[in-house]
């Protein structure tokens, strides 16, 4: 089946969070995950000649979903990369940025990627299929304790010593190469009632760890910082809880890591002020439609 944009992946939040960037007609903004281009498309719609939008995709895929517009450009890159990026086409100062940070529909139904164990695939996950080490490199290279570390800070599971010990007996006896085959080495560890959610978990994990998300995540939000002008807004939509807690830390502390500074006053000292003090998330219409929308929480703040 060939992927339209539509199918590619369901914008998520897609009215919430554009709107959650007061968009100024001729202002200066970033989508850093262009995706199937639903958040751009809509960004687009809303500005006037002189406007533009820069959107980001690391994956060679996405391309194809570009939309020819003069007032849009397409970066092939991670979105760690912003500010060179940035700095490259001449930009001082951003109106916005809006980041999804979910995993594209399209990932998880691509059969040939290894992000999903619904196929048996080479157990891959880059989101770069054109750089760094893939799933597998990890599960077979990695030291048992290292691998314990990811699945426990990364997919939060509380077993996750057990797990990476039983991968590392499994491929003492041959590689792990496909997701058929890392399943087989864990599988025995999961309750059936459990099975589902705690490999969908430890998958992850992995791919967290295969893509350096929260770095990329962390240092990304620390150059939109940078970059938004006063008035600027950051909308961002997350779906775990580690995701999640960087981008609340920014937004209240103007750090990842959520460190309070206070003024003399005892004032807290953050870049940001909150557009939504509460989270907003899909409403239940949105969440029957695409049921992978049921775990996203959008986070809304202003430059001050």
């Not at 939008?53 to 007032?71: G, K, W």
């Not at 099975?195 to 240092?219: G, P, S, T, W, Y």
């Not at 103007?254 to 907003?280: A, H, M, S, Y």
Request: glycine residues 6%; neutral net charge.
């Amino acid at each position: 089946m060939i992927k339209t944009a539509e199918t590619y992946h369901v914008p998520v939040l897609l009215k919430e969070s554009v709107d959650g960037l007061n968009i100024q007609p001729g202002g200066i903004y970033v989508d850093v995950t262009f995706g199937g281009g639903g958040h751009s498309r809509e960004i687009i719609s809303r500005l006037s000649e002189g406007a533009h939008l820069y959107s980001f995709d690391q994956d060679a895929d996405a391309e194809r979903n570009v939309v020819a517009n003069p007032n849009f450009t397409f970066v092939c890159s991670n979105f760690r990369y912003l500010k060179n990026w940035m700095r490259y086409y001449g930009v001082e100062g951003l109106d916005g940025l809006l980041a999804d940070l979910g995993v594209s529909s399209h990932h998880f139904d691509d059969e040939t990627r290894g992000f999903s164990f619904r196929f048996d695939a080479p157990l891959d996950m880059r989101m770069n299929k054109r750089a760094g080490k893939t799933a597998a490199d990890i599960v077979n290279e990695y030291e048992e304790e290292a691998l314990a570390d990811i699945f426990y800070l990364y997919g939060e599971l509380k077993n996750s010593r057990r797990i990476a010990s039983a991968l590392v007996k499994a491929r003492a006896a041959s590689p792990i190469k496909t997701t058929k085959d890392f399943m087989a080495a864990v599988e025995p560890l999961f309750k059936r009632e459990r099975e589902k959610k705690e490999m969908a978990k430890l998958f992850q994990a992995l791919r967290i760890e295969v893509n350096h998300e929260m770095d990329a995540l962390k240092e990304m939000l620390r150059s939109a910082t940078e970059l938004l002008k006063p008035g600027g807004r950051l909308s961002v939509i997350t779906y775990h809880s580690l995701e999640d807690r960087i981008v609340k830390n920014m937004m209240k502390a103007g750090n990842p890591e959520g460190k309070v500074e206070q003024d003399f006053f005892g004032r807290i000292e953050t870049p940001f002020k909150l557009v939504n003090n509460k989270v907003i998330i899909p409403n239940t219409d949105e969440q029957e439609r695409n049921p992978r929308s049921r775990s996203a929480k959008l986070r809304i703040a202003e430059k001050k």
